[in-house]
């Protein structure tokens, strides 16, 4: 059942590429980062998001935020000061597609480091991309199955 669903998330996914809007729109007509586009309403990011970039962003699914407890979550959501401080750790300015991610670390928005590796798949830091390459007109989307907290 979770391999049809990620089979099938991945090809809507690949769909939306053919009539890529920016990051914001793009991550609302994929359908599973509703919560994502929640927090960066809350964050007041949207308007960064839709601005000219570009933008490397490693989107958590609704269900990487499912993971964390929803008191946790709901605390998160009400202090913007760290919201928007996790939610620019997921961004790397530019625009990095799968082809070129390289296993080392690399500066996010947010200032800290993320560390990528390759060995087995892409993973940011304990996050592992579940669909890369989700094109925006702004950047590029990859879908992660953790939510990153910095350091």
């Known amino acids: 059942m979770k ?13 939306l590429s053919a009539q890529a809007a920016d990051i914001v729109d793009t ?3 994929a359908g599973n980062f509703k919560t994502l586009v929640t927090a ?3 964050a007041g990011l949207v308007d960064t998001l839709k601005g000219p970039g570009p933008f490397t962003v490693f989107a958590p699914t609704d269900e990487a935020f499912a993971k964390i407890p ?6 998160l959501l009400a202090n913007k000061a ?6 620019t750790y997921h961004v790397v ?4 597609m799968s082809t070129d991610i390289k296993p080392g670390k690399v500066k996010s928005v947010q200032g800290a480091q993320l560390t990528i590796s390759t060995a087995g798949g892409v993973m940011v830091d304990k996050a592992k991309v579940v669909a890369a390459d989700v094109a925006a007109d702004n950047g590029v989307i990859h879908a992660i199955d953790t939510v990153l907290m910095p350091k």
């Open 93 to 96: 300015p530019g625009k990095v």
């Open 3 to 15: 391999k049809n669903f990620l089979a099938a998330a991945v090809i809507a996914l690949a769909s």
């Open 27 to 29: 991550a609302v007509a």
């Open 82 to 87: 760290k919201l928007k401080s996790v939610l």
């Open 40 to 42: 960066l309403k809350a």
């Open 70 to 75: 929803k008191a946790d979550l709901d605390k």
